[in-house]
């Protein structure tokens, strides 16, 4: 299966490396571009891609309220932000929006590709080190988010929705609990189900929400 991306970054010598690296993939298709998040919106509803990769600062609409618009329309498309370490006060606000997964824009351009893949699938991404840092960023805001309630999820269940939150991988969750990584993938699935979430990075939000993760002092 090809996947289908659209590329909205308002930089032409990120989208023009993008686009090399994805043109050169056999898997991958670019089928649009944009320089903010007005004309994301418009390329994703007309163009239906798999995945939108989106810049958060961007001039005109920003990438948080673009992937809001994407991810609240009509069609089906992930959307992964594209964020620096100075962009941490955007991070949970793209999160809100309904972000599928995070890129450092100083990644490898492979395991850029590489998450596109994953988040294609309907899985979600986001690299531990991401997730530490949100959490760092959740404890020192003043005010905390009001805590969720988890109604039908069993003990062994919170363990892992625990793990997820704290930006363990399905391996690390096995290791852990003891588990095969197989059993861990089969408990990610009954939270994604009995949570209503999206994907993994809609998991961590709950974790944090319902206080199952105690951010580091």
Known sequence: MTVRVVLADDQPLIRAALQMVITDAPDLELVGEAGDGADAVRLAETLDPDVVVMDIRM????????????????????????????????????????????????MALDDILAAVRVVATGDGLIAPSVTRRLIREFAERPAAPPRRELPGITEREREVLTL??????????????????????????????????????????????????????
Request: glycine letters at 10%; aromatic letters at 6%.
């Open 59 to 106: 001039p005109g609409m920003d990438g948080i309220e673009a992937t809001r618009r994407i991810t609240n329309g009509s069609a089906g498309s992930h959307v992964i932000v594209l964020t620096t370490f100075d962009d941490d006060d955007y991070v949970y606000g793209a999160l809100r929006a309904g972000a599928s997964g995070f890129l450092v824009k100083d």
């Open 164 to 217: 997820v939150g704290s930006g363990l991988s399905n391996t690390e969750i096995a290791e852990r609990l003891h588990i095969s990584v197989a059993t861990a993938k089969t408990y990610l699935t009954r939270l994604l189900a009995k949570l209503d979430a999206r994907d993994r990075v809609q998991l961590v939000i709950i974790a944090y929400e319902s206080g199952l993760v105690a951010p580091p002092r």
